[in-house]
């Protein structure tokens, strides 16, 4: 879990993302419980009810469950589903602004390619 916030993004958004990047590195697995809203408060020195507001956004997008006087576990398939968000998100945020600024300045296709496969910005 990350320790540091970014003042540049909602926290609750930094604590949905924080169970995301545990659940993709294999931190927690599905069916096992995250962290309770009171531990985020305090790992993070935040409100309790902005930690619930992170946790309820996982909950909105079926990446965690509550377990009836347990808590929220991941839910069984979060990874994927975490994983296609992501990739839908890579690409609207940066594969299609790519190709777009790439044919305002006339480069082709094949030319892209070559250029992301080397890293070379072909000055």
Known sequence: MKAVLDDGKSIFLQIAEAVE???LAGAIAEEE???S???FARHY??????????VNLL??????YKK???GMSVKAGAKALILAKRRRAFYQNYVASLVWEAAKLGIEKSELIKM???GDSND
């Open 116 to 118: 992301i496969e080397k």
């Open 37 to 39: 809203t009171n531990q």
């Open 45 to 54: 020195a935040i409100n309790p009810a902005t930690a619930a507001k992170g």
């Open 68 to 70: 009836r006087g347990i």
């Open 21 to 23: 990047d545990d659940i």
């Open 59 to 64: 909950v909105d997008e079926g990446i965690v």
């Open 33 to 35: 419980l995250i962290p």
